[in-house]
């Protein structure tokens, strides 16, 4: 599936009207980059093939080897926002089942616990030796990220 072709109204707007369009194809976001430095996203390469359309977003691994450290989008003169396309272009994959699993298992946990690590005898025994209370997470605080998992679409995705 082609980028453009692809469904939320943020990434729509982005790639049609968005910055995206301000691109003079420079290069400053990808000298900045520390992941594309250790072999990983290359964020001019990915804005120039969402641009084109010919990103393929059931197949692109490269977005979730982005570090989210928004560097691209403060080193670009030209206003474009890298930084929150490949987020939404990486949420669109996400909907279209392109998450990879460890990314996929900690959102699991997530959604059912309201934490992002596994809460094992282990911790519950580090937090003891340390004097902290039992971890719990209160109703109040369940039925807010229910809220948010509505809102960011999280609980919808397809998480297998
Ligand atoms: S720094 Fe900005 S203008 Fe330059 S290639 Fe990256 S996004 Fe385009
Ligand atoms: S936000 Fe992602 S693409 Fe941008 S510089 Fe950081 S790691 Fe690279």
Redo the contacts with the bound molecule.
């Keep these: 599936m082609k980028a453009s072709q692809a469904g939320t109204q943020d990434l729509d707007r982005v790639l049609s009207e968005g910055s995206?369009w301000?691109?003079?194809?420079?290069?400053?976001?990808?000298g900045i980059c520390p992941s594309e430095r250790a072999g990983g996203i290359r964020?001019?390469g990915i804005?120039t093939r969402a641009h084109q359309g010919s990103l393929d977003l059931r197949e692109e691994r490269s977005l979730w080897l982005c570090a989210m450290c928004n560097s691209?989008t403060e080193?670009?003169?030209?206003g474009?926002d890298?930084a929150e396309t490949i987020a939404l272009l990486r949420g669109e994959s996400a909907n279209l089942g392109n998450i990879p699993k460890h990314f996929s298992e900690e959102a699991k946990l997530f959604i059912r616990s309201g934490l992002s690590f596994p809460n094992t005898g282990m911790t519950k025994k580090l937090r003891k030796d340390l004097g902290l209370d039992e971890l719990t997470v209160p109703t109040e605080t369940m039925e807010q990220l229910a809220m948010l998992l509505r809102k960011t679409r999280l609980g919808g995705l397809r998480l297998e």
């Design positions: 995206i301000r691109c003079q194809q420079c290069g400053l976001c990808s964020p001019i804005l691209c080193r670009c003169q030209m474009v890298p």
